[in-house]
Nanobody
Framework: VQLQASGGGLVQAGGSLRLSCAAS????????MGWFRQAPGKEREFVAA????????YYADSVEGRFTISRDNAKNTVYLQMNSLKPEDAGVYYC?????????????????WGQGTQVTVSS
C-alpha cells in the first residue's frame, strides 16, 4: 500500500484546511486509516482515525470537535477536515494505514505511512 498525502499549507489561526490521502492497492476498504502529526522536536502523535467501514471514528482530545476524518472507499481516499486551526496544530501530518481489519490509533499499530504534508498555522 502506498499513501500520498496532500492539502497542507499555510493558514491563519482560526482558518481551515482539508487534507487528503490517496491510497494505492486493493485493500484500502479493508483497513482502518488514520492521521498523525509531528511538530519539530516532538514525537509523532495520533490525531484521528476511522474504521474501514467508516462506522467509527476516533480523535485526540486536542482536536475533538474541530477536526473531522472521513473516507471514500470508492476513491481509495481518506480526508481530514481541520477547522478552527490553532498554532499548536502546526506540524507535518502523516496519513497511516492499519493492518487489514484493524484500526490505527497509535503509532505502533501503523502498517503503512504516507510521506507527510506540512501544515503551518500563523498566529
Amino acid at each position: 500500500v502506498q499513501l500520498q498525502a496532500s492539502g497542507g499549507g499555510l493558514v491563519q489561526a482560526g482558518g481551515s484546511l482539508r487534507l487528503s490521502c490517496a491510497a494505492s492497492g486493493r485493500t484500502f476498504s479493508t483497513r482502518g486509516m488514520g492521521w498523525f502529526r509531528q511538530a519539530p522536536g516532538k514525537e509523532r502523535e495520533f490525531v484521528a482515525a476511522i474504521s474501514y467501514t467508516s462506522g467509527t471514528t476516533y480523535y485526540a482530545d486536542s482536536v475533538e470537535g474541530r477536526f473531522t476524518i472521513s473516507r471514500d472507499n470508492a476513491k481509495n481516499t481518506v480526508y481530514l477536515q481541520m477547522n478552527s486551526l490553532k498554532p499548536e496544530d502546526a506540524g507535518v501530518y502523516y496519513c497511516a494505514a492499519a493492518p487489514i481489519g484493524a484500526v490505527v490509533t497509535a503509532t505502533p499499530l501503523v502498517e503503512y505511512w504516507g510521506q507527510g504534508t506540512q501544515v503551518t498555522v500563523s498566529s
